[in-house]
């Protein structure tokens, strides 16, 4: 149960990050594929949650 809520709270700090990196590049307006943004977004949270689950 605590690896969940490891997961979950890496989760969310994850999507924070990722929030804060769209916003930034909007400002800067380099956001013109939000798909690649995405895309590399989760690939780095999945890539996290499996790392974990071999812990």
């Known amino acids: 149960m605590k690896a969940e809520n490891s997961i979950i709270c890496e989760m969310e700090r994850l999507l924070k990050e990722y929030s804060k990196?769209?916003?930034?590049?909007k400002q800067?307006?380099?956001?013109?594929?939000?798909?690649?943004?995405?895309?590399?977004?989760?690939?780095?949270i999945f890539g996290r949650i499996l790392k974990m689950d071999k812990i």
Not at 21 to 25: C, F, L, M
Not at 35 to 42: A, E, I, L, R, V
């Open 21 to 25: 990196a769209v916003e930034e590049a």
């Open 28 to 44: 800067k307006g380099l956001l013109k594929n939000k798909t690649m943004y995405f895309n590399k977004f989760f690939i780095i």
